[in-house]
């Protein structure tokens, strides 16, 4: 099936708008001469007795047979011998109860009767069929033809006869490549006793050929804005694709800096937690030094006293032992004691020596355990914990601020990857089919129909030159 084009509903518009009753008018009425004879036009088709309207005016009758093939032709009031073949051709079928019958074998049948007209334009102008409206007119008794209808067409009157009046656009649907604009049309009714009267089309290509085409530019500067259009939401992706990257490479790096923070706040806080320690210790430590200084103080005062005992008691002891060895006559006991006594007065020198070393440690520990000042320490611990504590702190923040950041950014990056992918979706499902439809259908359908103006334009005569337009006739013979 062609596609069908919007467009081609408002030229259809168009041209039925002018009316079928005017139109029908104009042959509808026209006196019948007898069956293959003669069609005497009305003075709305042509004047006869005025050469200069002959020249602005052609018409042309046809006679057809019952199946809408041609029997015969004139032009004006003389048969036509011309080699010029009629520019549309005419079709009829009829159908009873469901099947193909021929015309003559319906005559007098009763039954649910559909009869179609169709008319195909056999002229091309440049690659293009001359179009032509046909409009029919059909007069069928009411007391025989009941429940009428017609599907391309109207019922103009109804009384004890209806008329019908059926259009078709011959050469249109291929000229646009549509199949909204039908060529044919059909008359369907419930029938009495089968008869049928005269009926009359009318075929003319100068409602085609007066469109004015001047007015499709503005269909062209719809084709430039959407194309424009296009270009400009081309921009809009390649920017909004760019974005999305952006978001992604800030999500990432978010990310980082989240992980960085979470570090960072996790080693502060341990450094915050070792420094109370060390401040806990540290006053836990200080009166304990305190305690150790005094300590020392004592102990300090007591060298000297302590030194002097241990060397008196010795030197007593070393006395004694050298009175004892003097006294005794017993030589083994002397000689033990001469020896004990030797061995003191070798060590006792390096004991006495020894202590005095002690002695003066223990004073100058002592005495710099006593000037020590913890003030300055505790004070700057206090400090550092302070600092420590307020960098810990921080760190929290700057991690609560750095993962409300990667937050952010990753839905940012979400929304982005979203924005653009709803973008080149709207691109490829919408902005896509219109700009294909501008290009193709639109911009292809403005231009099938100047040429099919065109096409319409170049027919203005059937055998005589000097007329300015022609008009069709088609006459088929009544049945009954």
Do not use: C, W
């Not at 003097?326 to 001469?338: C, G, I, Q, R, V």
């Not at 439809?437 to 100047?450: M, V, W």
Request: proline content about 2%.
């Amino acid at each position: 099936m062609k596609k069908p084009l919007i467009y081609t509903l408002a030229l259809a518009a168009l041209i039925i708008s002018t009316g079928f009753t005017a139109i029908f008018s104009s042959f509808a009425t026209t006196e019948q001469n007898p069956s293959n004879t003669l069609i005497a036009p009305s003075s709305d088709l042509a004047d006869n007795s005025s050469s200069t309207s002959l020249q602005k005016n052609e018409n042309v009758y046809v006679i057809t047979n019952s199946d809408g093939s041609l029997n015969k032709s004139f032009i004006n009031n003389t048969i036509n011998t011309s080699s010029e073949s009629i520019p549309i051709e005419a079709s009829i079928t009829y159908n009873l109860d469901g099947s193909e019958i021929k015309a003559e074998d319906l005559i007098n049948k009763s039954g649910h009767v559909k009869i179609t007209y169709k008319f195909t334009a056999t002229k091309s102008y440049q690659g293009k069929l001359i179009p032509f409206l046909t409009v029919t007119g059909l007069d069928l008794d009411g007391t025989k033809f009941k429940n009428i209808k017609i599907n391309h067409g109207k019922i103009i009157s109804e009384s004890d006869n209806t008329l019908l009046a059926g259009y078709t656009f011959a050469g249109l649907n291929e000229n646009l490549n549509t199949d909204m604009l039908s060529d044919s049309f059909t008359v369907e009714a419930d029938v009495t006793s089968f008869e049928l009267p005269d009926t009359y089309t009318f075929a003319t290509n100068e409602l085609f050929a007066e469109i004015d085409t001047t007015k499709l530019t503005s269909v062209d500067s719809i084709i430039n804005s959407i194309n424009d259009l296009g270009s400009a939401f081309d921009q809009i992706l390649a920017g909004s694709a760019e974005l999305t990257k952006g978001s992604t490479d800030l999500a990432t790096g978010a990310q980082k800096l989240a992980t960085g923070a979470n570090d960072l706040a996790t080693g502060a806080n341990h450094l915050a937690g070792g420094i109370t320690l060390l401040d806990t210790k540290v006053n836990e430590f200080t009166p304990k030094l305190q305690q150790l200084a005094t300590t020392l103080s004592t102990l300090s005062a007591k060298s000297t006293a302590i030194h002097q005992g241990v060397q008196g008691t010795f030197t007593g002891l070393l006395n004694t032992l050298q009175n004892v060895a003097e006294s005794t006559t017993d030589k083994t006991t002397k000689a033990t004691l001469n020896q004990i006594i030797a061995s003191y007065n070798t060590s006792l020198p390096e004991l006495y020596t020894s202590l005095g070393t002690y002695t003066g440690t223990v004073d100058q520990i002592a005495s710099a355990t006593a000037s020590m000042d913890t003030t300055e320490l505790t004070t700057g611990i206090a400090t550092l914990k302070s600092g420590a504590n307020d960098l810990a702190s921080g760190a929290n923040q700057l991690a609560t601020g750095a993962n409300d950041l990667a937050t952010g950014a990753n839905q940012l990056s979400a929304g982005m990857s979203t924005l653009n992918d709803g973008l080149n979706t709207f691109k490829q499902q919408g902005l896509n089919k219109l700009i294909n439809f501008a290009n193709h259908d639109l911009n292809s359908f403005t231009n099938n129909l100047r040429s099919t103006v065109n096409a319409a334009n170049s027919y203005h005569h059937y055998s005589n030159s000097n007329a300015n337009s022609v008009k069709f006739v088609f006459k088929t013979p009544a049945l009954h």
